[in-house]
């Protein structure tokens, strides 16, 4: 398996996961305007929820072009990286609707953590908020998301 199919097939979904989060006050203008950290470990949380989301049923992480990675195809410098999402894919599937609406507040910038939630879900968010805090130190991912974030505020204007 290419790492180049898993960055694509991420950096395809952030835009709509962006959107589909604003929409839902997961994420917020105010968010978005001040660019906080929390927004880019949330971007990242929720597009990696969203592929575990759509990945529902199959034994790996669905990607673009009909593709499946799998703990036995990842490449060895994601190995140490997907193993925690392979964990928390296990896991997250047998979530509720419920469970899973909690795990999205946990992991959003508009979480004031003031809720109480099962700790199977703040197990899985704190998997998923690590490899999120990851990806956000690369420099691609800054690359990136400033221009998707200048497109975002424009549409919101």
């Given at each position: 398996?290419?790492?180049?199919?898993?960055?694509?097939?991420?950096?395809?979904?952030?835009?709509?996961?962006?959107?589909?989060?604003?929409k839902?006050?997961l994420?917020?203008?105010?968010?978005?305007?001040?660019?906080?950290?929390?927004?880019?470990?949330?971007?990242?949380?929720?597009?990696?929820?969203?592929?575990?989301?759509s990945?529902?049923?199959?034994?790996?992480?669905?990607?673009?072009?009909?593709?499946?990675?799998?703990?036995?195809?990842?490449?060895?410098?994601?190995?140490?990286?997907?193993?925690?999402?392979?964990?928390?894919?296990?896991?997250?599937?047998?979530?509720?609707?419920?469970?899973?609406?909690q795990?999205?507040?946990?992991?959003?910038?508009?979480?004031?953590?003031?809720?109480?939630?099962?700790?199977?879900?703040?197990?899985?968010?704190?998997?998923?908020?690590?490899?999120?805090?990851?990806?956000?130190?690369?420099?691609?991912?800054?690359?990136?998301?400033?221009?998707?974030?200048?497109?975002?505020?424009?549409?919101?204007?």
């Amino acid at each position: 398996m290419m790492p180049e199919y898993i960055e694509e097939t991420f950096y395809n979904a952030l835009p709509n996961v962006l959107m589909d989060a604003i929409k839902k006050g997961l994420i917020t203008a105010e968010n978005i305007s001040d660019q906080e950290p929390n927004l880019y470990l949330a971007m990242n949380a929720l597009t990696l929820i969203h592929l575990l989301e759509s990945s529902k049923g199959f034994e790996g992480i669905c990607l673009n072009d009909d593709r499946l990675l799998t703990p036995e195809n990842c490449p060895a410098s994601y190995k140490e990286l997907f193993s925690k999402l392979f964990e928390a894919k296990a896991v997250m599937d047998k979530l509720s609707k419920k469970d899973l609406q909690q795990l999205k507040e946990v992991c959003s910038a508009t979480n004031s953590h003031e809720k109480e939630n099962k700790p199977e879900i703040m197990s899985i968010a704190a998997k998923i908020n690590s490899i999120a805090s990851q990806i956000t130190q690369q420099a691609e991912f800054k690359e990136r998301v400033v221009d998707l974030l200048s497109v975002t505020t424009a549409l919101m204007e």
